[in-house]
């Protein structure tokens, strides 16, 4: 079986060492608040916060009935892009996507699939609250809750990615701290169109990487796509629920594992993708271990050191980065030493049931809640 590659580093995300306890719900210390320019945004867990496992749902996603010409998005005059890389990635200046109407909105789903990751500068959307990201968000498809993480008291569906001031010793076990992965892959209907932003952090270095998964099929060889037609991965949340309980967090849902095809398509482009990554996913189900192994060990290699196929955003004031989980991997860089805070939040809709074929799009199944030995439920 591939390694387990789910770690965090030391003293970076502690669920409870700074953390006060009021009636069952976990805060960041009243000091750390204090110190805060958005803290209606900082995490809380709440111990009596329960999900059932999610169920099965039909997705359609709305970059299909889009605009191909973006009036809406990206009206002449206003708005100016830029590409990032010549492939993966576009910068948008002069619109704020807080003001768009349906139609805009189902163009700003077409544009992130069709470029893998748009990144809109100078925006508001964090200025109007959580509860607005929210109704935002559920636009684009049923919002995720993230089983294990926290989220801010007003808004249970937002995933907050929160560093402390007083992190230390980041490297003290790691080399280095990079690590690649598609989010909450091991659903049954991971996310699609997903919404990230930076409310506080460094003048420089928390930037986000992000690696573009369909380039990397193009570049196989005819022969090796054709090998990994018919295979199938599986991906698992056990690993990140078993780390939450060792650092004295909260498991919201039980964990899942499902298994989804090792090469999927997109709904909107047609365009195939390597859907694999090295956070989630454990084993290939129709190969023996050594050589599942071997071979996810070369895909992850492909994807995650192939800086060619390559984009990097980084967190300006007012930056909001808006990406395909079907079509990218991506990982955080924690690369400063100082006591800057970095608090940020993802606005998480899911998507459909990976597939193969299109033809299969929306065909029912059933999420798989995992039973085994190293795991025990919560109470």
């Given at each position: 079986?591939?390694?387990?590659?789910?770690?965090?580093?030391?003293?970076?995300?502690?669920?409870?060492?700074?953390?006060?306890?009021?009636?069952?719900?976990?805060?960041?210390?009243?000091?750390?608040?204090?110190?805060?320019?958005?803290?209606?945004?900082?995490?809380?867990?709440?111990?009596?916060?329960?999900?059932?496992?999610?169920?099965?749902?039909?997705?359609?996603?709305?970059?299909?009935?889009?605009?191909?010409?973006?009036?809406?998005?990206?009206?002449?005059?206003?708005?100016?892009?830029?590409?990032?890389?010549?492939?993966?990635?576009?910068?948008?200046?002069?619109?704020?996507?807080?003001?768009?109407?349906?139609?805009?909105?189902?163009?700003?789903?077409?544009?992130?699939?069709?470029?893998?990751?748009?990144?809109?500068?100078?925006?508001?959307?964090?200025?109007?609250?959580?509860?607005?990201?929210?109704?935002?968000?559920?636009?684009?498809?049923?919002?995720?809750?993230?089983?294990?993480?926290?989220?801010?008291?007003?808004?249970?569906?937002?995933?907050?990615?929160?560093?402390?001031?007083?992190?230390?010793?980041?490297?003290?076990?790691?080399?280095?701290?990079?690590?690649?992965?598609?989010?909450?892959?091991?659903?049954?209907?991971?996310?699609?169109?997903?919404?990230?932003?930076?409310?506080?952090?460094?003048?420089?270095?928390?930037?986000?990487?992000?690696?573009?998964?369909?380039?990397?099929?193009?570049?196989?060889?005819?022969?090796?796509?054709?090998?990994?037609?018919?295979?199938?991965?599986?991906?698992?949340?056990?690993?990140?629920?078993?780390?939450?309980?060792?650092?004295?967090?909260?498991?919201?849902?039980?964990?899942?594992?499902?298994?989804?095809?090792?090469?999927?398509?997109?709904?909107?482009?047609?365009?195939?993708?390597?859907?694999?990554?090295?956070?989630?996913?454990?084993?290939i189900v129709e190969l023996k271990e050594e050589e599942s192994e071997y071979l996810l060990n070369f895909l992850y290699d492909h994807i995650n050191n192939s800086h060619d196929l390559q984009a990097r955003a980084n967190w300006l004031p007012g930056t909001v980065a808006v990406w395909?989980?079907?079509?990218?991997?991506?990982?955080?860089?924690?690369?400063?030493?100082?006591?800057?805070?970095?608090?940020?939040?993802?606005?998480?809709?899911?998507?459909?049931?990976?597939?193969?074929?299109?033809?299969?799009?929306?065909?029912?199944?059933?999420?798989?809640?995992?039973?085994?030995?190293?795991?025990?439920?919560?109470?």
């Amino acid at each position: 079986m591939a390694p387990v590659r789910y770690t965090r580093a030391p003293n970076v995300y502690s669920r409870v060492q700074y953390e006060n306890e009021e009636d069952g719900l976990l805060t960041v210390a009243k000091e750390l608040t204090a110190q805060s320019t958005y803290p209606e945004y900082l995490p809380t867990w709440n111990k009596k916060e329960k999900y059932e496992p999610l169920k099965f749902y039909e997705h359609h996603d709305v970059g299909l009935k889009a605009d191909p010409s973006f009036p809406n998005l990206l009206p002449k005059g206003t708005a100016t892009t830029k590409n990032i890389t010549p492939k993966l990635g576009v910068e948008v200046k002069g619109i704020q996507i807080s003001e768009l109407n349906d139609s805009g909105k189902d163009e700003l789903a077409l544009l992130v699939a069709q470029k893998g990751l748009v990144v809109f500068r100078d925006q508001d959307i964090a200025s109007k609250g959580p509860e607005f990201s929210v109704e935002f968000g559920r636009y684009f498809g049923p919002l995720h809750i993230h089983p294990t993480s926290g989220a801010p008291r007003t808004a249970a569906e937002l995933h907050v990615v929160y560093r402390r001031p007083d992190a230390k010793n980041l490297f003290e076990n790691r080399t280095n701290l990079i690590q690649w992965h598609s989010d909450v892959s091991y659903e049954l209907q991971p996310p699609g169109t997903t919404f990230f932003t930076v409310v506080e952090g460094p003048e420089s270095g928390g930037d986000t990487l992000f690696a573009d998964a369909a380039e990397a099929y193009n570049r196989l060889s005819p022969a090796f796509q054709k090998r990994l037609e018919g295979l199938h991965a599986l991906h698992s949340g056990v690993e990140q629920a078993n780390f939450s309980k060792r650092g004295g967090g909260v498991v919201k849902r039980e964990p899942v594992q499902n298994i989804h095809p090792l090469i999927r398509t997109h709904p909107v482009t047609g365009q195939k993708s390597i859907y694999v990554n090295s956070g989630f996913t454990r084993k290939i189900v129709e190969l023996k271990e050594e050589e599942s192994e071997y071979l996810l060990n070369f895909l992850y290699d492909h994807i995650n050191n192939s800086h060619d196929l390559q984009a990097r955003a980084n967190w300006l004031p007012g930056t909001v980065a808006v990406w395909d989980n079907r079509r990218v991997n991506h990982s955080a860089v924690l690369d400063w030493d100082t006591s800057a805070t970095r608090l940020a939040y993802r606005i998480t809709p899911t998507a459909e049931r990976p597939v193969y074929d299109l033809k299969d799009l929306n065909t029912p199944d059933v999420s798989k809640p995992y039973v085994g030995a190293d795991y025990t439920p919560s109470d």
